[in-house]
């Protein structure tokens, strides 16, 4: 058995980012960057005001209160064409370009109206009040590197830079086949000693999560004719994941069906819990990784394997996110294999805490739905207590 981390690697250095494709800024929510969103403009392009108020010279109204002239006003997107000179003001609203000869804004809670002139009752240093050109950005800047996934943050910060369309990967083929005689999919009669397929569903709900696109090829029974239409739906996809057929004994029936269409295995098992019987190799020239069928095992792993390799293929960071957190109840040693335990989450006095579920058991998906976060126990990892700090994943959502 390999460790984890030396799994990981083996999954993500297989792999290359596929193709970039353009996509308007309006549709690129979610998508991953294939090159550097670039500035076109400066933020703000001139000096704006970021109050309502009047536009005046700062030594006019260093001995306030002083009486100034309103020669003219100067809304949001309707500059003020004038200068301003000594004794003079404009009026001016948040948005408004700072006119030519002004140095600083006086709010209005700040004045006395007049028909024609305003009484400035309170002196304001230059630039108070007064966004500066290129105060955000400057055109060049690097507003969003490649490699992230956009946020709405982000989408709205590039439109900003008045760029209309990015460069993004496109989203990874991910080829989906669950096998089993025992399986049906949810609502279909179910077969005698069967169950419900529900991994295939939460399985493909995290590669759209993650920036992929699943194709699903159905549920294949646990021969090798079916196994072997894996080899033959392949064309077009970036990555195969097979659920189920990965156990003592099944691995052989995976080799005999798909060896023959060009599969070598890369490794088998690994020294985790849940999830050891895990399968990765080539299907000819794509990436094939085998999932265990049990639903909690299928989803760890997949939280482990299947998300660093798809942000390998949309050329993003493979790094685990892992942080700290503290035991909220004692943990036994652990054994040879890494452990990734259920727990809840919950802040106390600022700091993260995790409270193990008392089940484990590796079937119980209800209590994979109320878990927020897998406390991770390397291999032998002593005995923990309450209040100890232990590394956790946390579940999406």
Avoid at 4 to 28: F, K, M, N, Q
Avoid at 131 to 148: I, M, P, Y
């Amino acid at each position: 058995m390999i460790s984890v981390d030396e799994a990981v690697a083996r999954v993500t250095a297989a792999l290359s980012p596929v193709a970039g494709e353009p996509a308007p800024i309006a549709r690129a929510h979610g998508r991953a960057l294939a090159q550097d969103a670039i500035a076109r403009l400066d933020q703000p392009p001139f000096p704006v005001s970021a109050m309502d108020g009047y536009a005046v010279r700062a030594a006019d109204v260093a001995n306030a209160p002083a009486v100034l002239n309103v020669i003219g006003s100067a809304p949001a997107g309707q500059p003020f064409s004038g200068e301003v000179h000594a004794g003079e003001a404009v009026r001016i609203f948040t948005g408004g370009v700072v006119p030519r000869g002004a140095d600083t804004i006086i709010i209005q809670e700040n004045t006395d109206q007049g028909d024609s002139c305003v009484t400035i009752q309170a002196a304001s240093p230059a630039g108070k009040h007064i966004r500066a050109a290129a105060q955000d950005f400057r055109s060049g800047d690097v507003l969003v590197k490649a490699g992230k996934r956009l946020t709405a943050r982000d989408v709205a910060l590039i439109a900003a830079g008045d760029v209309p369309e990015v460069r993004v990967r496109k989203r990874p083929q991910v080829l989906v086949a669950a096998t089993g005689d025992e399986l049906s999919y949810p609502g279909e009669p179910r077969k005698p000693g069967g169950i419900v397929a529900s991994s295939v569903s939460g399985l493909c709900a995290l590669i759209e999560q993650w920036g992929g696109e699943p194709r699903e090829l159905g549920i294949l029974p646990d021969r090798m004719e079916s196994i072997a239409q894996i080899a033959d739906s392949a064309a077009g996809a970036d990555l195969i994941v097979t659920l189920g057929g990965a156990s003592v004994g099944d691995h052989d029936l995976i080799q005999r069906a798909l060896g023959p269409k060009g599969f070598v295995l890369d490794f088998w098992k690994i020294a985790m819990r849940p999830g050891k019987p895990l399968i990765f190799g080539r299907l000819g020239a794509t990436p094939l990784l085998g999932l265990p069928g049990n639903p909690v095992s299928s989803y760890v792993c997949a939280l482990l394997f299947l998300k660093p390799a798809l942000a390998a293929l949309l050329g993003a960071s493979t790094e685990s996110e892992v942080q700290m957190a503290r035991l909220a109840g004692a943990m036994a040693a652990n054994d040879a294999r890494q452990d990734y335990v259920r727990a809840r989450a919950f802040q106390r006095d600022g700091e993260l805490w995790a409270e193990p579920l008392p089940i484990q058991d590796s079937s119980m998906q209800k209590a994979l739905a109320d878990a927020d976060v897998l406390i991770v126990r390397p291999p032998r990892a002593p005995a923990g207590g309450k209040g100890d700090a232990v590394p956790v994943i946390r579940l999406e959502g």
